[in-house]
């Protein structure tokens, strides 16, 4: 299996509800090498005061916590609509708490006691999705700050590329091709294919077939 790349969790916050003293401080130091924040907490009146002031992107909750069930506190802040992703930990198997996680979507459930790596490969998973969703909107921005900057007719064709590349990256189309679905000038556009193929990012491979070298872009 490949490992996981942990470091994405570096720009994280957890909150960790926990009534076990022991227990919340062992593991709140442990992770603490992982995260960006963690805010370690013994009761959900504590719990709902860190979710209000600052910004949480998972919760690590105990379900049987002293006098009060983790799954109620986690039921109350969704009444509140607050969604955050969830691992509940428990030290029993009782059924009921299992479905109840379920109708509450949380995204894990580990049996305690825990092990760390299990629980670290849960936040990625969690998190990972996050991550990657930034990064598509980062080179969104990316491409409209290209698109004022430049040649907006450019930036169409290298998009049209883009989304027509098939599964090994090639492109096929000729310039009549290419300009009966985008207007724009034959020079421009040659002068646009010559550039990319200076810098290796469109090789071509046939007539009409360019491969696009992804690896170039780096």
Same mark, same amino acid.
């Given at each position: 299996?490949?490992?996981?790349?942990?470091?994405?969790?570096?720009?994280?916050?957890?909150?960790?509800?926990?009534?076990?003293?022991?227990?919340?401080?062992?593991?709140?130091?442990?992770?603490?090498?992982?995260?960006?924040?963690?805010?370690?907490?013994?009761?959900?009146?504590?719990?709902?005061?860190?979710?209000?002031?600052?910004?949480?992107?998972?919760?690590?909750?105990?379900?049987? +916590?002293?006098? *009060? &069930?983790? #799954?109620?506190?986690?039921?109350? !802040? $969704? =009444?509140?609509?607050?969604?955050?992703?969830? @691992? %509940?930990?428990?030290?029993?198997?009782?059924?009921?708490?299992?479905?109840?996680?379920?109708? +509450?979507?949380? *995204? &894990?459930? #580990?049996?305690?006691?825990?092990? !760390? $790596? =299990?629980?670290?490969?849960?936040?990625?998973? @969690? %998190?990972?999705?996050?991550?990657?969703?930034?990064?598509?909107?980062?080179?969104?921005?990316?491409?409209?700050?290209?698109?004022? #900057?430049?040649?907006?007719?450019?930036?169409?064709?290298?998009?049209?590329?883009?989304?027509?590349?098939?599964?090994?990256?090639?492109?096929?189309?000729?310039?009549?091709?290419?300009?009966?679905?985008?207007?724009?000038?034959?020079?421009?556009?040659?002068?646009?294919?010559?550039?990319?193929?200076?810098?290796?990012?469109?090789?071509?491979?046939?007539?009409?077939?360019?491969?696009?070298?992804?690896?170039?872009?780096?």
């Amino acid at each position: 299996m490949q490992n996981k790349d942990l470091n994405i969790l570096q720009d994280f916050n957890i909150l960790y509800l926990e009534d076990d003293e022991n227990l919340l401080k062992h593991t709140k130091d442990l992770l603490e090498d992982f995260v960006n924040n963690i805010y370690a907490v013994k009761t959900s009146k504590e719990a709902m005061n860190i979710l209000l002031n600052k910004k949480v992107d998972v919760i690590i909750s105990d379900i049987l +916590l002293e006098n *009060e &069930n983790g #799954i109620d506190f986690l039921k109350h !802040i $969704k =009444e509140k609509e607050i969604f955050i992703p969830t @691992i %509940l930990t428990t030290a029993h198997t009782d059924t009921k708490y299992l479905l109840d996680a379920i109708k +509450l979507k949380v *995204e &894990n459930y #580990i049996v305690k006691p825990i092990n !760390i $790596k =299990e629980l670290l490969n849960s936040l990625h998973d @969690i %998190l990972l999705p996050i991550v990657q969703k930034q990064e598509i909107l980062k080179n969104i921005y990316v491409i409209k700050t290209i698109s004022a #900057i430049t040649d907006s007719k450019q930036v169409d064709i290298i998009k049209y590329i883009i989304n027509s590349l098939d599964n090994d990256n090639h492109f096929t189309a000729s310039y009549t091709d290419i300009m009966e679905e985008i207007s724009i000038s034959k020079p421009t556009l040659i002068k646009l294919f010559k550039d990319l193929a200076q810098k290796d990012i469109l090789v071509k491979v046939a007539h009409k077939t360019y491969k696009f070298n992804q690896s170039a872009l780096k």
